[in-house]
């Protein structure tokens, strides 16, 4: 019989869902060395009751720190708002459980620093959810570019803009409040970042643009409240010395989840866009009298990353899966196997990124990382 991993998840939102659903998903289309075990989830008694309902969590709890104690828990889940992302992470790994934590690890570099170092000295594995490692399409756009079929690589461009906050009438949230990590740099900077280091390599400096659109919005109670947190931010990045630009937004107007990106080099070029997931554009200049771009459809068993596990050639795989490959990486690795995982280490890399950007943002200068 397999070892199990008993898993206490902290957190009853939309990722609470995302990850109970892909534990579940893994353990049926993966072939895993461990099989996970829906343990216990936590938040507030009615939403944990029934996320256990749902997903068939065997326990529910109020209190995280009562979680994490737990000795008959091997991994702690963490999907909060993310200003408690850094205290919970370092608590669990401290008492000596694994963690994988959502994203960004913490709400600065030097939390992040303390919950890799808490790690180290315990001992445990430890895992940031940059999901979107774990896109099909991206992990060919990495094999691609390390193998050098782009040549030198000559700039690049990474977007994530949505319009959810463009509606004054939206209320208050812990999205937007400071205080709970809520702002976009942390946000969709966070899988920006993560994604342009994990393709092309670490962000040297940075110049950035932050700002405000909406300065106040109506509290819980209809009360007006002062926004204290960015809703866009431009930045110029150099990228093991490639330039190139970031851009997230929460207020662009009729971009409702634009996310993706544009590199190119001196022997060819890539394009992705998460509205087509399953597609990877690429244009190659070593064929001239058919030179242009193409259009793959990363779905082809044998032949592209995870396809084995699902369907079949022209299949596609959506937003869930990305969770499923994650989750199947690190069930691997807590079961002795081999697997690439996103370290809490590059979770740090990530948040001293973050912080750059907001410093040279507010000395209106590069800053390097
Ligand atoms: N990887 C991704 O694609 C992705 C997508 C969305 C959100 N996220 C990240 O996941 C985290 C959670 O986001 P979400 O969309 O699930 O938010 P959400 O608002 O849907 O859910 C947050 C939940 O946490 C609960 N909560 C708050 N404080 C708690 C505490 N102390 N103990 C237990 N539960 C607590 C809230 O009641 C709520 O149910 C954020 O850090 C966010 O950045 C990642």
């Known amino acids: ?30 072939q895993l060395p461990v099989e996970p075990r829906l343990a216990v989830v936590c ?49 669990a790994v401290g008492a000596g459980r694994a963690v994988l934590c959502e994203k960004p690890l913490a709400s600065s570099g030097q939390q992040a620093e303390a919950v890799v170092r808490a790690a180290a000295s315990a001992g445990v594995l430890g895992a940031v959810v940059f999901n979107y490692r774990y896109v099909p399409a991206i992990r060919q756009a990495r094999d691609l570019i390390a193998a050098g079929r782009l040549g030198d690589l000559r700039h690049l461009e990474f977007h994530f803009l949505q319009d959810w906050l463009t509606d004054e009438a939206r209320p208050m949230s812990w999205r937007l409040r400071a205080a709970q990590g809520g702002g976009v740099v942390l946000d969709l900077g966070s899988h920006l970042v993560d994604l342009v280091q994990h393709l092309v390599g670490p962000v040297g400096r940075v ?43 929460r207020v662009a107007s009729g971009d409702r989840c634009s996310f993706g990106f544009q590199i190119h080099g001196s022997r060819g070029s890539l394009r992705w866009d998460f509205q087509r997931l399953n597609d990877l554009e690429l244009y190659l200049e070593d064929e001239p009298a058919l030179q242009g771009w193409r259009r793959i459809s990363v ?11 699902w369907w079949g050639a022209g299949h596609g795989l959506g937003y869930e899966e990305t969770f499923v490959h994650l989750m199947a990486a690190v069930l691997r690795r807590l079961g002795g196997e081999e697997a690439e995982i996103p370290t809490l280490e590059e979770g740090l890399r990530c948040q001293r990124v973050l912080d750059a950007m907001v410093a040279a943002a507010r000395g209106r200068t590069w800053a390097a990382v």
């Open 1 to 30: 019989m397999r070892r199990q991993v008993r898993i206490g998840l902290i957190g009853t939102g939309k990722m609470a869902r995302a990850h109970g659903h892909a534990y579940l998903t893994a353990a049926r289309f993966f």
């Open 43 to 91: 938040g507030s008694r009615e939403r944990a009751e029934t996320l256990a309902r749902a997903f068939g969590w065997e326990e529910t709890a109020t209190d995280w720190r009562c979680v994490v104690e737990r000795a008959d828990l091997d991994l702690i889940d963490v999907c909060t708002p993310t200003g408690s992302h850094g205290e919970i992470a370092a608590a």
């Open 207 to 249: 110049a950035a643009i932050v700002g405000r659109s909406i300065g106040e919005r109506a509290d819980e109670q209809g009360e007006p409240q002062p926004v204290d947190v960015e809703d866009h931010f431009q930045a110029l990045v150099e990228v093991a010395g490639v330039p190139g630009t970031l851009a997230a937004s």
């Open 299 to 309: 779905t082809r068993p044998g032949a592209h990353p995870w396809a084995e596990a």
